[in-house]
């Protein structure tokens, strides 16, 4: 029981194959009460009656500030405190970078950057009042290697410029008690990617990772849960790769 008694928001939770709902229910086994925050289409509501009792589905959109504000203050008002935030909320778009529109631009990086500030200033006060807390960033391995297997480069940038501000708000909460920390998958098998890996790239794909396997969402999930928990109550700043050694570095 690595979560017993502790609160977890978790962002874009409520598809089922998800990493944000492999997430909730790891850490719904580990004790935490869950509040899954998703889009109304994604109905969280139902995402977290299959948790159980106990845990909250919230319709939230991450790119609306108030929104976001309005689920954290729920969160509070039914459980009393914030513990964990997972910002997990992410769209990708495989285009290249002569066509990327600035609406395409706005989309991308609203839901995964803008997202993860909106989230985390939701969160942030709790946390600081009650002196203590976990905040886990999903990136990617495109933010890192320029490009992962099917995002755009605004993908990239927008996961990139989320371990930035990742590491700027560890700097500055590290003192109030709270840890950030971002985690970057390789390629994980969920809805994002369902059925757009091409067949004749599928072996090129498994060649490059020496794990000789596309991820499984619970991979990613025991490492959130991981960063989440105290037994990683030294770690701050730092990004864990999740990637089956796609990307060595
Ligand atoms: P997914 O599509 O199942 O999950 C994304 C979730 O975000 C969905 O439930 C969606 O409804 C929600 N969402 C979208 N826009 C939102 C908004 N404006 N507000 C709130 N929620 C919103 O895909 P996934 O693979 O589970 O992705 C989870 C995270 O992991 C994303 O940030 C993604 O970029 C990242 N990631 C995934 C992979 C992979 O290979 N699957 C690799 C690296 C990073």
């Not at 909250?56 to 513990?83: M, N, Q, W, Y």
């Not at 940038?157 to 709270?178: C, Q, T």
Request: aromatic residues 2%.
């Amino acid at each position: 029981m690595l979560l017993k008694g502790k609160v977890a928001v978790i962002t874009g939770g409520a598809g089922l194959n998800g990493l944000g709902f492999a997430t909730a229910k790891m850490m719904a086994a580990h004790g935490a009460t869950v509040a899954i925050l998703d889009l109304a289409q994604a109905n969280p509501q139902a995402a977290a009656d299959r948790l159980g009792p106990g845990h909250l589905g919230l319709v939230a959109d991450v790119t609306d500030k108030a929104s976001c504000e309005a689920a954290a203050a729920k969160v509070k008002a039914a459980k009393g405190r914030i513990d964990v935030l997972v910002n997990n909320a992410g769209i990708t778009q495989p285009v290249k970078f002569l066509d990327i529109t600035d609406a395409d631009y706005d989309r991308i990086l609203d839901v995964s950057l803008r997202g993860t500030l909106h989230a985390s200033q939701a969160v942030l006060p709790t946390m600081v009042e009650q002196g203590s807390g976990a905040i886990v960033c999903i990136s990617s391995v495109s933010a890192q290697r320029g490009g992962g297997i099917l995002g755009g480069p605004h993908y990239s940038a927008a996961k990139a410029g989320v371990l930035g501000l990742a590491r700027a708000m560890a700097r500055e909460f590290g003192p109030n008690g709270v840890r950030v920390n971002c985690v970057t998958p390789g390629l994980i098998a969920t809805d994002i990617n369902k059925g757009k890996i091409p067949e004749d790239k599928r072996q090129s794909i498994l060649d490059g990772i020496p794990l000789g396997r596309i991820g499984e969402p619970d991979d990613v999930a025991g490492v959130v849960l991981f960063l989440a928990s105290d037994l990683s109550k030294y770690l701050t700043g730092v990004t864990v790769d999740v990637n089956g050694g796609m990307l060595i570095h």
